[in-house]
Nanobody, 122 residues
Framework: QLQLVESGGGLVQTGGSLRLSCAAS????????MGWFRRTPGKEREFVSR???????YYADSVKGRFSVSRDNDKNTAYLQMNSVNPEDTAVYYC????????????????WGQGTQVTVST
């Protein structure tokens, strides 16, 4: 099992930027696909982005062109750079991991962090 801890959430103004980090421990990080998801009250957890163990990235349409996912295998950390945020980005953000390949369905991931709150003010 991979243990995941998110950090970097907080309050940001519309149009601002924030970088989330996901620190992994407990296993070799390199062969895992890392996903980012978010949840707002009353809604299902939704896919935001992922980066595969090969470095391939994929984004939800709602964040494409604004968010950027990356990973540093030497630091066992994945990142989500959030730019040009808007109030619709307000949510609890979770990172997740799966050994090997994974897509946009949260059921594919079997390692989850505790989440970090991002709040975008108007």
């Amino acid at each position: 099992q991979l243990q995941l801890v998110e950090s970097g959430g907080g309050l940001v103004q519309t149009g601002g930027s924030l970088r989330l980090s996901c620190a992994a421990s407990g296993h070799n990080f390199r062969p895992y696909t890392m996903g980012w998801f978010r949840r707002t009250p009353g809604k299902e957890r939704e896919f935001v982005s992922r980066i595969s163990w090969k470095g391939t990235t994929y984004y939800a349409d709602s964040v494409k062109g604004r968010f950027s996912v990356s990973r540093d295998n030497d630091k066992n950390t994945a990142y989500l750079q959030m730019n040009s945020v808007n109030p619709e980005d307000t949510a609890v953000y979770y990172c997740a991991a799966r050994l090997g390949d994974a897509g946009a369905d949260n059921s594919e991931y079997d390692n989850w962090g505790q989440g970090t709150q991002v709040t975008v003010s108007t």
